[in-house]
């Protein structure tokens, strides 16, 4: 049998054990791979058709409306382009005193086209967005 001479001058043995390293190693890497996935899947929603109070406000609301195609609107029926959205809200708001957005969409609309909207309002300094239901 072979046996590390541990007589002479050498006293300590410069080795490290690796093995309990590796194992858990390994075993945080299983535990990562068995939670990655069930972080990342949603959860099946069905969002609330109720609706809040009315908003009171002396001014007349300052709506943006997205239909179901995208087409943006602001007010009852003035058409704008997505790239326009900010700078036609900067020049409205400037005469306001209240400084609320809503935006109202079709549900069919593109929840991109939604967010889109919401950017550009945002960026346009426009920092109270809200989103308008029908009542249920």
Do not use: C, W
């Amino acid at each position: 049998m072979a046996f590390d001479d541990m007589s002479g001058d050498e006293g300590t043995i410069s080795q490290i054990n690796v093995t309990p390293l590796v194992d858990v190693m390994l075993v945080l890497l299983i535990i990562f791979m068995v939670a990655a996935p069930i972080l990342q899947q949603g959860v099946e929603l069905e969002l609330p058709k109720e609706s809040i109070a009315p908003v009171d406000s002396n001014e007349e609301q300052l709506v943006v409306s997205v239909d179901k195609e995208g087409i943006v609107y602001i007010g009852a029926k003035n058409q704008v382009g997505i790239d326009d959205l900010g700078n036609r809200l900067k020049g409205i708001m400037a005469n306001r005193t209240d400084k609320r957005v809503f935006i109202k969409a079709d549900h069919r609309a593109s929840y991109g086209q939604v967010m889109a909207a919401m950017a550009r309002i945002k960026r346009a300094g426009i920092e109270k967005v809200g989103l308008l239901t029908d009542p249920s």
